[in-house]
């Protein structure tokens, strides 16, 4: 279980939440949804460890009051964020990319992970030659390979067509099966 509680998020003096709680469980898929501007990345973020806006953070029940390094360390270990502009290395394959995540036992998983995301004929592309949509699934498939218990989405799926928007859905509902904590940002 994740949970968030005295969340205060502001930008300069306008004030978009103030002692918000938020919680998400394993095995379900939690959306924040709102029109832009009301702080729905910035609690998303706050969420992956990376804001300096301030909030009390429980995982599994333990409130964590982590430095910047056990920060870094938690969010190595345990989430998977898939961002708006997808956070990938331009100057080597989309393969490369994906085994960058995987742990060495896994490294022969590359052509699974990319079969799911509908983009195995991509394996051996220069991320910088594709679409937004393939650079997108690419992203999907990154945050997949890490396996991590929470996966956060921003936007995941704004570049991508019915068709897979649908698979992206569907992997991410076997995530969540998995246990998994998946929270997704949208409008």
């Given at each position: 279980m994740l949970?968030?509680?005295n969340i205060n998020i502001f930008f300069g003096k306008k004030e978009c939440l103030i002692?918000?709680?938020?919680?998400?469980?394993?095995?379900?898929?939690?959306?924040?949804?709102?029109e832009s501007g009301v702080g729905k990345s910035s609690l998303l973020y706050m969420i992956g460890m990376l804001s300096d806006q301030s909030c009390n953070y429980y995982y599994n029940h333990q409130l964590l009051q982590y430095n910047e390094k056990q920060k870094q360390q938690f969010r190595n270990k345990n989430i998977a964020f898939i961002a708006q502009n997808s956070i990938l290395i331009d100057t080597i394959s989309v393969g490369k990319?994906?085994?960058?995540?995987?742990?060495?036992?896994?490294?022969?998983?590359?052509?699974e992970i990319l079969a799911q995301v509908n983009l195995l004929?991509?394996?051996n592309a220069m991320v910088k030659s594709l679409s937004?949509?393939?650079r997108q699934r690419v992203a999907i498939a990154c945050a997949l390979a890490k396996d991590a218990n929470i996966?956060?989405?921003?936007e995941i799926t704004a570049a991508l067509?019915?068709?897979?928007k649908q698979l992206i859905m569907k992997l991410l509902k076997n995530e969540a099966r998995k246990g998994k904590i998946i929270i997704l940002v949208g409008h």
């Open positions: 949970e968030l509680s002692d918000g709680y938020f919680s998400a469980y394993p095995g379900q898929i939690t959306a924040i949804v709102g990319n994906i085994e960058f995540y995987l742990e060495d036992n896994h490294k022969n998983n590359v052509d004929e991509k394996k937004g949509g393939e996966i956060l989405g921003d067509d019915l068709e897979n």
